[in-house]
T-cell receptor, first 122, second 112 residues
């Protein structure tokens, strides 16, 4: 199957600093990647859709100036948490969209997920 | 609007079958997916089914789709302790460019 990596796998930082998380599709090109945040009670929250070569699309309630997304190549998207605060502590997961078959009217599209990044802000 | 619902918890004994259920609201779903998340890890695509199919089997996994009732289930035969994880149901809506709508996940606990 397709492989998506994330780096770092975990990070501890001081309040007020910025943290960058990388998401890479290792064996396929991804024009679209997604960033999720997962809360302790397990539900996934889609934060934004990252499109290669264009601005990210943010979900309602997600501050785009706080969560900066850059998708500069077909295999790399980055999420930067700026001026991090303890309430930003969470598990951040990225995924990369891949066309896997189907037909023009019913394309089979799957998302392949990275292993996640655990962020702890002190 | 689009919504995917799952029960949050399921507990079974090792060797039994597990059935995880999911309901969705959008009748224009094209594909439906099951993902597995082990503790501290990302989501792994387990299987998917096209909306015009009723059933798909893959080794110990059986996916059943009732399109009329908008009900999807994942059956795991001979459940093992290694199957303990969170299982997410997801749907892809026609015209959505393949973006997925996820349920909140069902935490499966397998007791020896």
């Amino acid at each position: 199957g397709a492989v998506v990596s994330q780096h770092p796998s975990w990070v501890i930082c001081k309040s007020g600093t910025s943290v960058k998380i990388e998401c890479r599709s290792l064996d396929f090109q991804a024009t679209t990647m997604f960033w999720y945040r997962q809360f302790p009670k397990q539900s996934l929250m889609l934060m934004a859709t990252s499109n290669e070569g264009s601005k990210a699309t943010y979900e309602q309630g997600v501050e785009k100036d706080k969560f900066l997304i850059n998708h500069a190549s077909l295999t790399l998207s980055t999420l930067t948490v700026t001026s991090a605060h303890p309430e930003d502590s969470s598990f951040y997961i990225c995924s990369a969209k891949r066309w896997a078959g189907g037909n023009g009217q019913n394309p089979l599209v799957t998302q392949y997920f990275g292993p996640g990044t655990r962020l702890l802000v002190l | 609007g689009e919504d995917v619902e799952q029960s949050l918890f399921l507990s079974v004994r090792e060797g039994d079958s597990s059935v995880i259920n999911c309901t969705y609201t959008d009748s224009s779903s094209t594909y439906l997916y099951w993902y597995k998340q082990e503790p501290g890890a990302g989501l792994q695509l387990l299987t998917y089914i096209f909306s015009n199919m009723d059933m798909k089997q893959d080794q110990r996994l059986t996916v059943l789709l009732n399109k009329k009732d908008k009900h999807l289930s994942l059956r795991i035969a001979d459940t093992q302790t290694g199957d303990s994880a969170i299982y997410f149901c997801a749907e892809s809506i026609r015209g959505s460019q393949g973006n997925l709508i996820f349920g909140k996940g069902t935490k499966l606990s397998v007791k020896p």
